[in-house]
C-alpha cells in the first residue's frame, strides 16, 4: 500500500510538472472567471504575467502617514495645552481665530490621513487627489499661519509640534504628487490593455 501511495504521488507529480504555462495559465483563467474576476488581465503575451501584479502603492508615503497618524494626537495635545495657556494674553480677534484654527486642522487632519490611507493601500487616485489637494490647498497654509503668525503668541511647545506637523505635510505633499503621477500612467496603461482585446474583436 505505501508503494502504490508512493507510486501515485510520483504519477501526479510528474503529470503536473509536464503541464506547459498555457495549461496553468488556462486553469488560473478559469478559476479567476468562477470568482467573478473579469476577463484574463494580462500585461505581456506571457501567460504567467498578470495585470495588476505590480503594487504602485508608494511605501515612503505610507510610512510618512503611519506615524502621523501616531504624531496627530500628541499635535492635537500640545497645541490645545498651548492655546488653554496663553488664551487670555491673546488679543480679543485671536482669542475666536486661534481656536478656530485648531478645530478646522483636527478635522482637515482626520479627513486628510483616512484618504491618504485609503487612497495608497488601496491604489485609488481619487482620494490620493483628495488627500493631495487638502494637503496643499488647507492644510499647508494653515500651518504656517499657525506657525509664523507672531501676534498669536506661539509658545515653545506649540513651535516643536507645529514644526513636525509642517514637516509631515511636506514630506507628504511632495511624495503623494509623484505616487499619483505614477499611479495614475500605470492605470491608464492597464485601461489600454483590458481595452485592446475588445478593440480588436469588434473589428474582426
Known amino acids: 500500500a505505501v508503494v502504490s501511495t508512493q507510486s501515485t504521488g510520483y504519477f501526479i507529480q510528474s503529470n503536473l510538472s509536464d503541464m506547459s504555462a498555457t495549461e496553468n495559465y488556462n486553469i488560473v483563467k478559469s478559476v479567476r472567471s468562477r470568482l467573478g474576476i473579469a476577463k484574463d488581465n494580462t500585461t505581456t503575451n506571457r501567460p504567467d504575467n498578470f ?3 505590480e503594487i504602485i502603492s508608494s511605501l515612503p ?17 500640545g497645541v490645545a ?20 484654527v485648531l478645530l478646522i486642522m483636527s ?20 482620494e490620493l487627489a483628495v488627500f493631495w489637494m487638502v494637503t496643499l490647498v488647507l492644510q499647508l497654509p494653515l500651518c504656517l499661519f499657525s506657525l509664523l503668525n507672531s501676534e498669536a503668541i506661539i509658545l515653545p511647545m506649540e513651535v516643536s509640534v507645529q514644526a513636525i506637523l509642517l514637516a509631515f505635510v511636506v514630506v507628504e505633499l511632495i511624495v503623494s504628487t509623484s505616487t499619483i503621477s505614477h499611479m495614475t500612467s500605470v492605470q491608464e496603461t492597464k485601461f489600454s490593455l483590458l481595452q485592446s482585446p475588445d478593440s480588436t474583436e469588434t473589428t474582426t
Open 51 to 53: 495585470l495588476g501584479s
Open 61 to 77: 508615503l505610507q510610512m510618512s502617514l503611519f506615524y502621523n497618524v501616531y504624531f496627530a494626537p500628541i499635535w492635537f495635545t
Open 81 to 100: 495645552t498651548s492655546l488653554q495657556l496663553k488664551h487670555s494674553e491673546l488679543p480679543a480677534v485671536y482669542k475666536a481665530v486661534t481656536p478656530t
Open 107 to 126: 478635522i482637515l487632519e482626520v479627513i486628510r490621513l483616512y484618504c491618504g490611507y485609503v487612497g495608497n493601500l488601496k491604489e485609488r487616485v481619487p
